[in-house]
């Protein structure tokens, strides 16, 4: 689908909806409903203002009223070209992305091209983007293995969730912590939190790979400091 096959009433209609929704960022759908193309908004469930999380609820009322044919949402304040997460995340949904800005009115259409993000040097974006999210693409680039993907609320750490903890057996991984550290394993890691919310994966010859908050993915010497914050190592069952 080219830009011109958006009709301007229909991309004015999501500039208006991405006003009412500024600062934080809009969502939608385009939807062919009866042979014709209409925009449906969608409540944004995220906290903050830098990224959406469709309603699931409403993603499921526009599929059933047609067929989705586009993801509809806006950078306020900001250009309409696609962020990192934003590409990683039209190659997830497999459909053409309307990125609108506002107040400015400017927009741009993102396809599915195969994109796939560099291990190291990615952005962050917290569920898109992040420490675990390096790690099952690590899994997957490297060994060829395809970890399961958990939901993982903003700040869930300190709203009672234990994820890593309470996770890493259902994604196939054991505890050897204590065991000399091989290539692949699993560094679970704490910090400033009551439980492991952070973690990376451990290339060997003392240096680990991962993914920080507001920051580049990257590899980092691992003894000392990581060392330090390390809670417990888990293997792939399949490496043991």
Not at 136 to 151: N, Q
């Amino acid at each position: 689908m080219s830009p011109f096959e958006f009709p301007r009433s229909l991309i004015a209609t999501a500039l208006a909806h991405a006003q009412s929704e500024s600062p934080c960022e809009s969502c939608g759908l385009m939807v062919r409903a009866a042979g014709e193309l209409v925009y449906r908004p969608c409540r944004n469930l995220a906290e903050g203002q830098a990224h959406f999380h469709m309603a699931p609820e409403d993603f499921a009322r526009a599929e059933a009223e047609g067929e989705v044919v586009a993801v509809v949402h806006s950078h306020p304040n900001a250009s309409p070209e696609p962020s990192e997460a934003d590409r990683v995340m039209c190659e997830r949904w497999g459909l053409p992305w309307l990125i609108v800005n506002v107040p400015v009115g400017h927009w741009q259409v993102l396809h599915p091209s195969g994109y796939r993000p560099p291990l190291v040097g990615r952005e962050f974006s917290h569920g898109v983007l992040d420490c675990f999210s390096l790690i099952r693409d690590y899994y997957r680039e490297t060994l060829g293995l395809e970890l399961p993907d958990f939901e993982r609320p903003d700040d869930w750490w300190a709203k009672g969730g234990n994820l890593y903890l309470e996770g890493y057996e259902k994604a196939g991984f054991v505890d050897v912590t204590g065991s000399p550290l091989r290539q692949h394993d699993v560094l679970l890691m704490q910090l400033r939190a009551k439980v492991p919310n952070h973690a990376g994966v451990y290339l060997g010859a003392d240096v680990v790979l991962h993914h920080l908050q507001a920051s580049l993915s990257k590899r980092e010497t691992y003894s000392g400091f990581w060392a330090k914050v390390t809670r417990k190592v888990v293997r792939h069952h399949s490496l043991c």
